[in-house]
T-cell receptor
Framework: GNSVTQMEGPVTLSEEAFLTINCTYT??????LFWYVQYPGEGLQLLLK?????DKGSNKGFEATYRKETTSFHLEKGSVQVSDSAVYFC?????????????FGGGTRVLVKP | ETGVTQSPTHLIKTRGQQVTLRCSSQ?????VSWYQQALGQGPQFIFQ???????GRGNFPPRFSGLQFPNYSSELNVNALELDDSALYLC????????????FGSGTRLTVV
């Protein structure tokens, strides 16, 4: 079945540091890939997405590139802010044939210190 | 457009009891999915409803059941609660053909004691 593996946290950074969160996946088809962010006490918010190989998703300074050859979708941000402190989830959707459901990784907690 | 609303936000139940969680989908969305997020883990797919019928189910026992209503709102019912059912339950609505348009609610925090 489908699965998503992402690096364990917590990741602690200073403000303006570079952030990378690794994500790899296993899927039977050609999934769409997503990064979601969860702030304390809130639900999940879509951060960015990519629907096919070599696509780059970007939003709010975050980027991730869909790498089919390495089955990866690593999240990066060049200069983090305290407000980026949250839990980040990598996820895939294998489409209608697989039930249109999201498969999530375990989440990576990021703490940015001033 | 309105977002996804879940109720209640928190509740505490005793082992063996039954619970009903509610979700109002975002305007224009016709599909509702439920996820269970245990503490410190990623969300796990429970099931999805489309056109008032279950349309896919994750690895959850039959005591987890649901409903979708004509206005696309939904309920998640859990019978015979167990301690391991303690989790954040997330509802996500979407439009059937647009998997990239999931909108999540803030969740219901269920504690089973």
């Amino acid at each position: 079945g489908n699965s998503v593996t992402q690096m364990e946290g917590p990741v602690t950074l200073s403000e303006e540091a570079f952030l990378t969160i690794n994500c790899t996946y296993t899927a039977t088809g050609y999934p769409s890939l997503f990064w979601y962010v969860q702030y304390p006490g809130e639900g999940l918010q879509l951060l960015l997405k990519a629907t096919k190989a070599d696509d780059k998703g970007s939003n709010k300074g975050f980027e991730a590139t869909y790498r089919k050859e390495t089955t990866s979708f690593h999240l990066e941000k060049g200069s983090v802010q305290v407000s980026d402190s949250a839990v980040y989830f990598c996820a895939l959707d294998d489409g209608k044939a697989a039930g249109n459901k999201l498969t999530f990784g375990g989440g990576t907690r990021v703490l940015v210190k001033p | 457009e309105t977002g996804v609303t879940q109720s209640p936000t928190h509740l505490i139940k005793t082992r063996g009891q039954q619970v009903t969680l509610r979700c109002s989908s975002q305007s224009g969305h016709n599909t509702v999915s439920w996820y269970q997020q245990a503490l410190g883990q990623g969300p796990q797919f429970i099931f999805q409803y489309y056109r008032e019928e279950e349309n896919g189910r994750g690895n959850f026992p039959p005591r987890f059941s649901g409903l979708q209503f004509p206005n696309y709102s939904s309920e998640l019912n859990v019978n015979a609660l167990e301690l391991d059912d303690s989790a954040l339950y997330l509802c996500a609505s979407s439009y059937w053909d647009r998997e990239d348009r999931y909108t999540f609610g803030s969740g219901t925090r269920l504690t089973v004691v």
